[in-house]
């Protein structure tokens, strides 16, 4: 299963999410860019169990270095895909966590949940000389405190069935709960042996995250929009990948459908993809809506509904939904 996007669009521009993200590719391009000096560039600055515990191991080192790596191991990382995954993923539950905390506690809890990810990691594997990297902590954190920020969310997932592309739309609590799953017992069944995946740093990290939101008491205590120094960042958009589910059964029923978009785009007009499943069928357009469009606008695509019995295809109409994403 591969997670395009979540249906709860933030309210605000996630400042501190996309600085993270650009941070972990610069520190990947550098990290690329040693050539034959990256692995001892790794080993450096990446998280070495046995430094913190083996006295043999730890004795070169002092308490600055052995903090900074504590930090600095969740901004590098193993490969493209490794990156890639590992900011994907930040980048669809991040905006709505940070949209919730504000971005100067979101800072904050990112680098304490890779912080308490790392420490999990050395604790249950003490005598690893082994170098962890990698921002997959942190971001379990992040996907913990999602999980219980919005319970009531859709994963907008694909799912590859031979060559098809199969688009559902998976609750955020049964997606991130079996995520969970698979991390504990992948690493149950990798005690004792050498692994190049820190699973119980996942688990730690996925723990923290739950367990910090639901101690504070965010989902039903005080906003922390409200008391982050720094002002957050309106939206302007709406996503640009959108499913319709549209309506109307019979053949006598035409079908209809909604697209949501932004005061900001119905002025100025914007083009959005929409996947439109009809049965086991998943077809993709593009949309555009003109400039100066009214909530309730109706637009009729030509063409791309239902088969009739004499060949032809019926028409799509879709309703626009202008409203503010916060």
């Known amino acids: 299963m591969i997670p395009i996007r979540d249906t709860v669009s933030s309210k605000n521009y996630p400042v501190v999410n996309i600085a993270l993200i650009s941070i972990n590719v610069i520190v990947f391009i550098l990290q690329m860019s040693r050539g034959a000096g990256a692995d001892h560039f790794v080993y450096t600055y990446g998280l070495v169990p046995a430094r913190y515990i083996a006295p043999d191991v730890s004795s070169p080192f002092t308490f600055i270095p052995l903090f900074f790596s504590l930090i600095s191991f969740m901004?590098?990382?193993?490969?493209?895909?490794?990156?890639?995954?590992?900011?994907?993923?930040?980048?669809?539950?991040?905006?709505n966590v940070e949209d919730r905390l504000g971005p100067v506690y979101y800072l904050m809890f990112y680098l304490l949940a890779g912080l308490i990810s790392g420490l999990c990691h050395v604790l249950l594997n003490p005598h690893s000389t082994v170098p962890t990297i990698g921002a997959s902590g942190a971001v379990a954190g992040v996907m913990g405190a999602y999980f219980i920020l919005y319970p009531h969310s859709k994963i907008l997932t694909l799912i590859p069935i031979v060559f098809i592309p199969w688009f559902v739309e998976i609750p955020a609590i049964f997606f991130l709960g079996l995520w969970f799953v698979m991390q504990l017992l992948n690493a149950y069944s990798s005690i004792g042996l050498t692994t190049g995946i820190a699973w119980w740093a996942h688990i730690g990290g996925f723990v923290f995250g739950v367990a910090c939101i639901k101690l504070l008491h965010i989902p039903h205590g005080p906003d922390f929009r409200e008391v982050s120094q720094k002002p957050?960042?309106?939206?302007?958009?709406?996503?640009?990948?959108?499913?319709?589910?549209?309506?109307?059964?019979?053949?006598?029923?035409?079908?209809?459908?909604?697209?949501?978009?932004?005061?900001?785009?119905?002025?100025?007009g914007t083009k959005k993809t929409i996947n439109i499943p009809l049965g086991f069928h998943n077809r993709f357009y593009r949309v555009m809506i003109p400039s100066g469009a009214k909530d309730g606008t109706i637009l009729r695509l030509r063409g791309i509904g239902r088969q009739m019995p004499d060949g032809q295809k019926e028409d799509l109409f879709l309703r626009v939904k202008v409203e503010q994403p916060w």
């Not at 309506?247 to 459908?257: I, N, P, T, V, Y």
């Open 75 to 95: 901004f590098l990382h193993g490969g493209f895909f490794h990156l890639i995954g590992n900011m994907w993923s930040l980048y669809i539950f991040g905006d």
């Open 232 to 268: 957050s960042v309106k939206r302007k958009t709406s996503p640009h990948f959108q499913i319709i589910n549209p309506s109307g059964k019979g053949q006598e029923d035409l079908l209809a459908g909604e697209i949501r978009i932004t005061p900001f785009e119905a002025a100025a």
